[in-house]
């Protein structure tokens, strides 16, 4: 019987759309989220620096 209870529950969590797992610390906008993207942005930059440096070597 809990068994069918549970299954019906899911349902119902899945038709309102409360089905998705929590990430946790990479939630939006939490601790993790932010440290994600500043490492990213800063990876992008150091990138793009040392494309712009073998660029400049070229020419």
Do not use: C, Q
């Amino acid at each position: 019987m809990l068994d069918f209870l549970d299954h019906k529950n899911s349902i119902g969590k899945k038709i309102i759309g409360e089905d998705r797992i929590d990430p946790g610390t990479f939630s939006f906008m939490e601790t993790g989220w932010w440290i994600f993207h500043a490492a990213a942005i800063a990876g992008i930059y150091v990138l793009g620096s040392k494309v712009s440096r073998h660029m400049d070597r070229l020419h």
